[in-house]
């Protein structure tokens, strides 16, 4: 694994010598939208494994009462806000 | 998701959710003035609706309520076992089976006796984990024998099986009915091993627990009798109070029994009122009471501890259990004329 990233940047390090400069600020505006988007992925993967919880719990709340239904969605989609917090990453980039 | 996922978070919500229409202090208050007929009545506004209203044509007074009360813990306690998966069913079915036994128990009473299926039938509490199929054909079964063959499969088939021969010998009941026991106390910490945090440390301190209280309460019921029998044959092990030689030797003397279970850091705050009470020397019943509180409280305790995990439902099955059976105590107390005080110190309210 390292010795492939080594690897990697042996054969990069030359290309970046030779690159003029508004190629390199186009190749590292490249990185940071990639790293934007694994952020939000990231924030989506955890609010989604918090939602599967709580959405548990308000389906048999609401199997037993009818009138969750709607405190039920709204605990449901709590954990949603990460992801909104996150998509502000992608415009702080 | 994969086979051994639990669903923790479905169940608590809807064990919660039940666990509020219980009954309260004041509904306990209203029902002690009550004859069996207002009760039955008072029930059929209340969660018991559907079973008052199946079994009102069959039956009425206090077998009404005895046999709703039945059919609505049998329905819950079901619930319980379809709802939930992996884990959580394990260890909510270790509990359970303590209705398979005394079904089987019922069962194989009824049959010694000659009684009719019907009637064997309406005793059952099908709450555990044989299903119904099953329990009907151990109904219809002729002799224990063939009982014994039924249950051949399940996790009561071997210790069963070897108990009837000396059901055959004998033809006494108890070597089947302690085989039973047995078998239910064994199967509840298998496998658990002693972890030492998270919910399943508390559980497996919670059975223990519930195990200490049996032999505890068996104990001082043989040393108070004075009957001549074997403590070593009622010695159920798991527990951390007594070993089988200590219970032996305590049996014979009632007062040191009572300072073991006192000094033993382990219950003794939290029975120490009950402890005090057995101390001072009178009642046993009164004993039995408090030890079921305390476990009841203790299990309430463990659910707020941990409020996703198995000691939601587990404070929830007790605490329908009490119910149940402070309601049937209202009933038959009602039923043989005793006075409003003398019900009320039977029930356990918490």
């Known amino acids: 694994m390292e010795l492939e990233l080594v690897n990697a940047m042996a054969q990069v390090a030359p290309i970046l010598e030779t690159m003029t400069e508004e190629a390199a600020a186009e190749l590292a505006e490249g990185y940071a939208l990639a790293a934007a988007a ?55 980039v | 998701m994969s086979a051994g996922a639990s669903n923790p978070e479905f169940v608590n919500a809807r064990v919660r959710s039940r666990r509020a229409s219980l009954f309260s202090e ?118 224990v024998e063939e009982v014994v063959e039924l249950l051949s499969g399940t996790v009561f088939g071997e210790p069963l099986k070897a108990a009837y021969e000396e059901y055959e010998t004998t033809g006494m009941l108890v070597p089947l009915e302690n085989a039973l026991d047995r078998a239910f106390y064994e199967l509840l910490l298998e496998d658990l091993g002693r ?60 007062d040191t029994l009572v300072e073991h279970i006192v000094e033993s850091g382990r219950y003794g705050d939290r029975l120490s009122a009950a402890l005090d009470r057995l101390q001072e020397a009178d009642s046993l019943i009164q004993f039995e009471h408090a030890i079921d509180e305390a476990l009841l409280e203790y299990a309430d305790t463990l659910s707020s501890v941990y409020p996703v995990s198995v000691s939601g439902v587990l404070s929830y099955v007790l605490a329908k259990e009490r119910e149940v059976e402070n309601i049937r105590a209202i009933a038959r107390g009602r039923e043989v004329g005793l006075t409003e005080a003398e019900i009320e110190d039977e029930l356990v309210i918490t």
């Open chain 1, 38 to 92: 694994i952020a939000v992925g990231l924030a989506a993967l955890g609010s989604g494994y918090a939602e599967r919880g709580i959405g548990a719990a308000a389906v048999g709340a609401i199997a037993e009462d009818r009138d969750m239904f709607v405190p039920g969605i709204v605990l449901t989609v709590l954990p949603e806000t990460l992801v909104i917090f996150a998509i502000v990453v992608i415009f702080l």
């Open chain 2, 26 to 143: 004041e509904d306990y208050r209203k029902l002690v003035r009550m004859g069996p007929s207002g009760i039955a009545r008072f029930m059929e506004e209340t969660e018991y609706e559907r079973e008052i209203n199946r079994l009102g044509t069959r039956f009425s007074g206090v077998d009404l309520i005895e046999y709703a009360l039945n059919r609505n813990l049998a329905k819950h306690f079901d619930d319980l076992l379809e709802w939930s998966e992996g884990r959580l069913y394990d260890l909510i079915a270790r509990y359970l089976r303590k209705f398979d036994v005394w079904n089987v128990k019922t069962v194989v009473r009824g049959i010694y006796t000659d009684a009719s299926p019907e009637e064997i039938s309406t005793d059952l509490v099908r709450a555990g984990e044989l299903d119904d199929a099953t329990l009907d054909r151990m109904v219809e079964a002729d002799s």
């Open chain 2, 195 to 254: 972890p030492t945090e998270g919910p399943e440390a508390l559980y497996v301190e919670f059975l223990q627990a519930e195990i200490d209280f049996r032999n505890a309460r068996n104990a001082l019921r043989l040393a108070r009798s004075g009957a001549d029998l074997d403590p070593a044959e009622f010695y159920i092990d798991g527990g951390v109070l007594f070993d089988e030689a200590e219970l032996s030797r305590l049996v014979g003397d009632y």
